[in-house]
């Protein structure tokens, strides 16, 4: 059983970058049995996907947050993280790390993850 767990800071000043983390248990993520994504929730809206890093490292983001979007990977901690840069309050969300089987295409949707984060709440003040 995969099992995967959020951390970072809960409060971002506008312009920072927001950090978070994903601490992977149960499964590694050098594994070619699954991709790796962050996905969000603003307050009041639907499941935005973010973006997603494979077994190899080889990463795709959402083209509306591609520009200001990183996400890496420590193998020796078995971890992926997020960067986003330049956040506004709009940024304000639920922010959850995921696991797809799905090795192929990208991995837009919730029905396609497997396994889930908690969440951690990220608010960005103006």
């Known amino acids: 059983q995969v099992q995967l767990q959020e951390s970072g800071p809960g409060l971002v000043k506008s312009s920072q970058t927001l950090s978070l983390t994903c601490t992977v248990s149960?499964?590694?993520?050098?594994?070619?049995?699954?991709?790796w994504s962050w996905v969000r929730q603003p307050p009041g809206r639907g499941l935005e996907w973010m973006g997603v890093?494979?077994?190899?490292?080889?990463?795709s983001y959402s083209p509306s947050l591609e520009s200001r979007t990183s996400i890496n990977r420590d193998t020796s901690k078995n971890q992926f993280s997020l960067q986003l840069s330049s956040v506004t309050p709009e940024d304000t969300a639920v922010y959850y790390c995921?696991?797809?089987?799905?090795?192929?295409?990208?991995?837009?949707?919730?029905?396609?993850?497997?396994?889930w984060g908690q969440g951690t709440q990220v608010t960005v003040s103006s």
């Open positions: 890093i494979a077994f190899s490292g080889s990463t």
């Open positions: 995921a696991a797809t089987r799905i090795v192929a295409g990208t991995p837009r949707y919730s029905a396609q993850y497997d396994y």
């Open positions: 149960g499964g590694s993520i050098t594994s070619n049995s699954y991709r």
